[in-house]
């Protein structure tokens, strides 16, 4: 969809179309069991039927590092505490942290269908009450060409948020959406702190108004409607 602007003169009305910015409506994560899958993300991050998140039956087998990673920013480190804590009672996996880091505070944590998770905020202390608010979330995915698949997703509506050459891109991500990172696939498994092997399937497929189309790393995307 586009938006319209409309100005008001002296003279008859102008509208002008601007495009719309696409972007990462809803996550849908493959699993093995959907049900149990929807009682730990809404346990461990508070993430329902009505957030942007979706899980549905696998049909496709992996194993090893999936090559993407999805990031909680929040305000303070007693949210990412809160949700770490959440997030390992209903059966995740910690990886690394909670711990002070060079960019803040932070943990990393794989949940039971061996996604990872990352959960983190620019400060180290705590400066007001503790909340479950999350700021921002992200997607970051690890691809074999930064460059080319940067232009792959700009060609389909996706537009730059933050470009460092061929080592990091983020693409915009207008309202409640989820924003979408480009990492080398030793860097996004370096970041996550897992070895970057892995096989079969990504098991996660992005919505939005993109259309229906595979990059050539094998991340799937299809309407959100």
């Not at 996550?27 to 942007?52: H, I, M, P, R």
């Not at 949210?79 to 505070?105: C, H, M, Q, R």
Request: aromatic share 12%; hydrophobic share 40%; charged share 25%.
């Amino acid at each position: 969809m586009s938006k319209t602007s409309t100005f008001a003169t002296d003279k008859p009305s102008i509208t002008i179309e601007e495009p719309a910015v696409n972007a990462i409506q809803t996550v849908t994560f493959e699993v093995d069991d959907t049900a149990a899958a929807e009682a730990f993300y809404a346990a461990a991050f508070d993430l329902g039927e009505d957030s942007w998140l979706r899980v549905r039956p696998a049909k496709d087998p992996s194993s090893g590092f999936r090559g993407f990673a999805v990031s909680l920013v929040v305000a303070q480190p007693g949210t990412v505490d809160s949700f770490t804590k959440t997030a390992l009672d209903a059966g995740a996996t910690a990886i690394k942290g909670p711990e002070k880091n060079l960019w803040g505070y932070g943990a990393v944590l794989r949940d039971p269908f061996g996604n990872i998770w990352k959960i983190a905020t620019s400060k180290k202390k705590d400066t007001a009450p503790v909340t479950r608010e999350v700021e921002s979330y992200n997607v970051g995915i690890g691809v074999a060409d930064v460059a080319a698949t940067k232009q792959f997703y700009i060609d389909r509506g996706l537009t730059v948020a933050k470009s460092f050459g061929r080592k990091y891109v983020e693409f915009e991500a207008p309202g409640d959406t989820v924003s979408l990172s480009l990492y080398s696939r030793k860097f996004a498994a370096k970041t996550s702190f897992v070895s970057p092997e892995g096989d079969g399937s990504h098991r996660i497929v992005f919505g939005s108004d993109a259309g229906t189309f595979t990059d050539a790393d094998g991340f799937a995307w299809e309407s959100a409607a």
